[in-house]
Each structure stands twice: as structure tokens, then as C-alpha cells.
């Protein structure tokens, strides 16, 4: 994380790039990174299950880590530095680019195991048919994000500051010198985890319920009086609690993949299992395939946070290396130290609301007074649009005082930035925690790590998006012989400040979006079997009038 913080520093000072091929690189890998999860969900479901496949994206990264120490270590793998930051500098040739992009295959490669895998593996140690496991469940994910973040601003500080102002080479062994311990206290607790062997991957199954509901298409369910039978056989309840889930109303066509037609014995053989899995299909596997379709309402909402708050990871920090980083006479400020504000803020948030607000809320009202997930989306929206807003302005106010000078660098201090960069790490406390949980707890357990893989799938679609929205408005406002508002090497030069006022106003349609629509989106309930009892009970059963509810409402779980 280290290197994904100061990744545009490193390849702007020591690969010489500039402008939209920078960041295309960063967004584009930061994209991949996160949409290699889907491949890891799919290898831990089919392949290796949750552990091994954490272990092997380690490895990975471990080797994609040692490959980008070499090109710090290296001068071959590097162009010749350039001094002179407002002139044309030499590019990368021959290798230099294939292997730096190589190292950062092998990281992205690594990532894919273990983004999916981290949170669902941790999940998988607590027991959810008990009060207390759940409890602790929906704490776990807030005490995540807090540790992780904790554990992040320590390291930033330290290690991105000796890879900007003291070495490349050692700021960057160190996490490589990081990753070997990691991998080695991952090891020393193998005997204690609580491990869930891999079940086959989800999206074959989706598959099957798409083809065979297309096959059956022509069915109409609602001629007559005629009642269709379904397949859903029993056993499925009985040994796996969370693949008997409410029925959701919505997405009927999909009914048709479990449609028994007129002679069972064309679709079940004499055990009363299906002849062909891709013509008849279970009744939870159609729920499956509908609890995923129902969630992109709210997954596209998610998107908008994302591209705001992936501006400060390239734009924001374009903006710092063109301001005043000095404090006193000696000390200058790595700029991806800014990252870190928006680290505490979400720190200081989550700290807020799980140590304060929670128990105090509880004490004075007398019950349970936590946030919706609808409330801490919509707020995460606005303080993105906030954000973009505010990096608005502060860009007028440093190329404005820079072009008054007559120089490179703004004398406006980098600490304007900060406003910019909190406001971003509140957008993750609010809209990124509640996706998150989510995700997690609205797909069915045996489907965790698609849900893992669905949240960083959301980061990766967030940078493509935001890739593709840079490189239109580059095209549009580029004239002859001209930069247009980013493609210059100088900031000073560009129009920064009008993307980021069109990334606010697509922040508020996103906002309408939510509030309107993605908003009144169903949960998929789950069954719970009720130990001493042949028949399962719905203790979250929602029906219709759930159905009308929507996201805004909180499901009682017992």
C-alpha cells in the first residue's frame, strides 16, 4: 500500500511521465488490481478455498514488490533523471516500461488473491447462527477498515517519506522486507483458523439459471389457471442455512430456470435430480443469480463515491509537487503524505461512531440507534460532491498565485490541500464501510467472496470510469497544438478546476440516482434453521411490505 499511495510520485520523478499518460497508468493498474478479485473469488470458491488463495496473492506480491525494489535499485531499468521538471524529459525505451510493468502485473496478480479473500476469510471466523457471532460480525467490518487504516498511517509516514527524501531503494525493500513477515505470522496462526472448503464458484451457476430461463423463455406463467411446480429440493435447506433464501418477487423470468415442464421425468432423472444443469435449475440458484442483479442499483450508486475519491490519488497529488511543501528551512513534505489525512479522518470517524455515538446513543434513546446503510451512502455522496467542490476552488487558488509568480511551483502551502483530502476519507468512511457491509451481508454466505470481489470490483470499474471521463473531457477541450484542460506536464498550464467542478455535478446526479432509486432497493432476506425444529423459520422474512421498505430500513435479525 506503500507504493499504491506514492505510485505516482515514483513514476513522475523517476520514469519522467507527465500528464494523461500518467495518469491513464495509475488508474488503469489501480483498476486492474482490483478487478483481478473477480479471478481470485473464482480460483478460492473452485480451486484452492480462502486460505490457500491468500497465501499465493502474498507470494505474488511479494515478487511483484521485490521486481519494483530492482528498478529503484537498478539505473538500467530507469530513463536518466530529470532536473528540470518544466522541460520535456527523456521517456522510458527499450525495457525499461515492460519491466516496470511486469512488477506491477505481478502486484495487481497478488492483489486479485487477496482483496476477495481478506474479508471473507475473516468473516469465516465467526459463528452468525448465534446473537453474539453476528453482533460481532457487523463490528468486525467497522474494527477492519479502523485497524487497517491505523496500520496504514503508521507505515505511510514512515516509509513514504524515506522513499521520497532519503532512498527509492530503501523505501521500497522495506515493504518487500514487510511482506516476507507478513507471510510468515500468516503461517504461524494456520492452525487456528476456522476453514470452509471450496464449494464451486457461483458464477457457473449464474450461468446455468441465464441459459436455462433463456431456453424456457416462451413459457408464459401467467396463462390460466395452470399452477407450475419448481425445483427445489429439500436437501439444499437442510445442510447449507443460506442457500434457502426469501423468494424476491422481482426478476420473475428468471422463475422460468426452475420451471419443471409437463413430464418431470424430461428433467429429473430417478433420483429426482436434474438431467441437464443448464435447462433445469434449482430454486436457489435463481435466488442467487437475483440477490446479485439486485444489488447493481446500488453498486452503480457506489461508483460516483469512488471516482471522487479516486482523484486524490493523481490529481490531488499532481497538485502537492506543484505547491509549497517546506516547513521551516529543511524539512519538505512527501506529497503523499497528504493520503494520510484522509486515512485519520476516516479513523477518527469510525472511532467516533463505534466508541461514541453507538453506546451513548444506545444509553439515552434505550435502543439501537445506528445509521442506515441509506444514511451513510447518501452522506458519503455529499461529502463527495463537497470534496470536489473544495479541490475546485483550492486548484484556482494555486495556479492563480503560481501564474502571478511566474513559477512551477504555486507559494500557496500544501496544506490547502487537506480539506480536499479529509472530505475524501470521509467519503470512504460513510459510502465505502456501508457498501462493504452491504455487499457482504446481503449475498448468501457461501457466496462471501463474490461479495469481497464485488466491492473492490466496484474500485476498479470507479478508476476505469474515472480514466475514461479524463481522457473524453482531454479530447474535447484539446485544440490544435494544445493541451487542452489535463494532458499538460504543467498544472499551470491546464484547467484542472473545471473537472473537478464536472466530477462534482456528476456527484449530484449520482445523488438524485440514489435518493430516487437505488435507494428503494429490496434486501435479499436469509433463512435461519432453528435447532430443534424439522421445518426452517424466516426470521428475516420481509415479504412484499419489506419489499416497499427498501434499503432505508434495517432488517431484524434474532
Not at 486479485?112 to 476469510?121: D, K, L, Q, T, W
Not at 433463456?214 to 445442510?239: C, H, M, Q, T, W
Not at 452503480?300 to 469512488?306: N, V
Request: glycine share 8%.
Amino acid at each position: 500500500m506503500s507504493l499504491v499511495a506514492n505510485l505516482t510520485m515514483y513514476l513522475r520523478t523517476k520514469y519522467n511521465l507527465s500528464g494523461i499518460f500518467l495518469v491513464n497508468v495509475v488508474q488503469i493498474w489501480a483498476g486492474s488490481t482490483n478487478i483481478l478479485s473477480i479471478v481470485g473469488a473464482i480460483v478460492s470458491d473452485v480451486y484452492l478455498g480462502r486460505f490457500r488463495t491468500l497465501l499465493f496473492g502474498t507470494i505474488l506480491s511479494l515478487l511483484g514488490m521485490v521486481c519494483m525494489t530492482l528498478t529503484a535499485g537498478i539505473n538500467k531499468l530507469r530513463p536518466p533523471p530529470c532536473h528540470d521538471q518544466q522541460s520535456q524529459c527523456i521517456q522510458p525505451h527499450n525495457m525499461q516500461l515492460p519491466f516496470l510493468f511486469t512488477a506491477l502485473g505481478l502486484i495487481a496478480l497478488g492483489a486479485g488473491g487477496i482483496r476477495p479473500c481478506n474479508i471473507a476469510f475473516g468473516a469465516d471466523q465467526f459463528d452468525t447462527r448465534t446473537k453474539n457471532g453476528r453482533a460481532q460480525l457487523e463490528s468486525f467490518f467497522n474494527w477492519w477498515y479502523f485497524s487497517f487504516t491505523i496500520a496504514l498511517v503508521i507505515s505511510l509516514s514512515g516509509v513514504v517519506y524515506v522513499q521520497t527524501n532519503i532512498s527509492w531503494l530503501i523505501g521500497l525493500a522495506i515493504p518487500t522486507a514487510c511482506f516476507v513477515v507478513s507471510i510468515t505470522i500468516f503461517l504461524i496462526g494456520r492452525h487456528s483458523y476456522i476453514y470452509k472448503r471450496p464449494e464451486g464458484t457461483v458464477f457457473v451457476d449464474i450461468a446455468k439459471v441465464v441459459v436455462a430461463a433463456f431456453k424456457k423463455r416462451k413459457i408464459d406463467l401467467k396463462s390460466g389457471n395452470r399452477e407450475y411446480s419448481f425445483y427445489d429440493p429439500i436437501e439444499e435447506v437442510e445442510f447449507d442455512i443460506d442457500k434457502s433464501l426469501n423468494k424476491v418477487k422481482r426478476f420473475k423470468c428468471l422463475d422460468k430456470a426452475a420451471l419443471i415442464t409437463d413430464d418431470p421425468s424430461d428433467e429429473l432423472d430417478s433420483r429426482g435430480k436434474p438431467k441437464n444443469g443448464w435447462r433445469l435449475c434449482s430454486v436457489n440458484q435463481v435466488e442467487n443469480l437475483k440477490c446479485l442483479i439486485g444489488i447493481l442499483p446500488v453498486w452503480i450508486s457506489g461508483l460516483g463515491c469512488f471516482v471522487a475519491m479516486d482523484q486524490q490519488s493523481t490529481f490531488g497529488v499532481l497538485q502537492a509537487i506543484q505547491m509549497n511543501r517546506t516547513i521551516g528551512k529543511n524539512f519538505v513534505i512527501p506529497p503523499a503524505w497528504l493520503g494520510i489525512t484522509s486515512m485519520i479522518s476516516l479513523s477518527i470517524w469510525i472511532f467516533i461512531y463505534e466508541q461514541i455515538y453507538i453506546p451513548n446513543a444506545k444509553r439515552i434513546l434505550k435502543r439501537e440507534s445506528k445509521l442506515t446503510m441509506q444514511q451513510r451512502i447518501t452522506v458519503g455522496i455529499i461529502t463527495s460532491i463537497l470534496c470536489m467542490v473544495v479541490a475546485g476552488i483550492v486548484e484556482e487558488k494555486r495556479q492563480e498565485s503560481a501564474l502571478k509568480r511566474g513559477t512551477f511551483v504555486s507559494p500557496l502551502h500544501v496544506v490547502a490541500l487537506i480539506p480536499q483530502f479529509m472530505l475524501s476519507g470521509l467519503t470512504e468512511a460513510f459510502a465505502a464501510v456501508a457498501l462493504m457491509e452491504f455487499f457482504t451481508l446481503q449475498i448468501p454466505e457461501k457466496m462471501r467472496s463474490v461479495a469481497g470481489a464485488i466491492f473492490f470490483l466496484t474500485l476498479s470499474f470507479g478508476s476505469y470510469l474515472s480514466s475514461l471521463i479524463v481522457n473524453v473531457i482531454h479530447c474535447v477541450t484539446k485544440g490544435k497544438g494544445e493541451n487542452g484542460w489535463l494532458g499538460g506536464h504543467d498544472l499551470n498550464s491546464n484547467r484542472l478546476s473545471n473537472y473537478y467542478y464536472i466530477i462534482a455535478g456528476l456527484e449530484a446526479v449520482n445523488l438524485i440516482y440514489f435518493t430516487f432509486f437505488a435507494s428503494n432497493f429490496v434486501h435479499c432476506g436469509k433463512a435461519i434453521k432453528v435447532v430443534g425444529e424439522e421445518e426452517l423459520e424466516l426470521e428475516n422474512n420481509m415479504g412484499i411490505k419489506d419489499e416497499e421498505q427498501g434499503l432505508g430500513q434495517e432488517n431484524n435479525r434474532s
